[in-house]
């Protein structure tokens, strides 16, 4: 499955498919990435980072792109699991101009149906 | 290591009082971000600060809230005067100083205020 951020914040999928999350920022300055999970009722949680002098990077079932030319982000979860239930964001930050400061898009929820 | 920590988890308040949440950061952490989220809504920046210094508050409400984070103890995000629209949950969030090898923002659990 496949969302396209703002415009389908809810991506549903069944339990062991892959799923694709995406994001476009809005800063073309941007050089550092982070995507952060948060499931209802807790804060954001870590899950994977990629800064702009890369386009790909991969953890653990997760794979995070980065197409810096019209400025998209998207987060695949392999295997998708239902623990991996929740709201995922992705945000942006602009270290190298001095701004330390992630800037949040609105966040896609991820339903994952076993 | 204990993470982030962020208290109380919920705060209830009457219009017109005050409220004050606290934010503890990670060790080794020397910065800390605020951030406001509705419900269904992403998180909106608020402040950033260091010890007995604010950075950034261009996301800060120019009337009734302030925020410190002095030499010794927690950072303070206080809003005055609560009304309705401050009902949210607050997120602080802790780094290590900007410039070392892992920017590592990390989130606390937040604090649900309800302004009744």
């Known amino acids: 499955g496949e969302s396209v951020g703002l415009h389908l914040p809810t991506l549903s999928v069944q339990e062991g498919d892959n799923s694709i999350i995406n994001c476009a920022y809005s800063?073309?300055?941007?050089?550092?990435f982070i995507w952060y999970k948060q499931e209802s009722g807790k804060g954001p949680q870590f899950i994977i980072d990629?800064?702009?002098?890369?386009d790909k990077r991969q953890g653990q079932r997760v794979t995070v792109l980065l197409n810096k030319t019209v400025k998209h982000l998207s987060l695949q979860i392999a295997a998708t699991q239902p623990g991996d239930s929740a709201v995922y964001f992705c945000?942006?930050?602009?270290?190298?101009?001095?701004?330390?400061?992630?800037?949040f898009g609105r966040g896609t929820s991820l339903i994952v149906h076993p | 290591n204990a993470g982030v920590m962020q208290n109380p988890r919920h705060l209830v308040r009457r219009r017109g009082q005050e409220a004050r949440l606290r934010c503890s950061p990670m060790?080794?952490?020397?910065?800390v971000y605020w951030y406001r989220q509705l419900p269904e809504e992403g998180l909106k920046f608020m402040v950033y600060?260091?010890?007995?210094?604010?950075?950034?508050e261009s996301g800060m409400p120019k009337e009734r809230f302030s925020a410190e984070f002095p030499k010794e103890g927690p950072s303070i995000l206080r809003i005055q005067q609560v009304v309705r629209g401050d009902s949210a949950a607050y997120f602080c969030?802790?780094?290590?100083?900007?410039?070392?090898?892992?920017?590592?923002?990390?989130f606390g659990s937040g604090t649900r205020l309800t302004v009744v």
């Open positions: 600060l260091q010890k007995e210094n604010i950075i950034d």
């Open positions: 969030a802790s780094s290590p100083p900007p410039g070392t090898s892992n920017y590592g923002y990390t």
């Open positions: 800063n073309s300055a941007s050089d550092y």
């Open positions: 945000a942006e930050t602009e270290v190298s101009g001095g701004s330390y400061i992630p800037t």
């Open positions: 990629i800064r702009s002098n890369m």
């Open positions: 060790k080794g952490h020397s910065h």
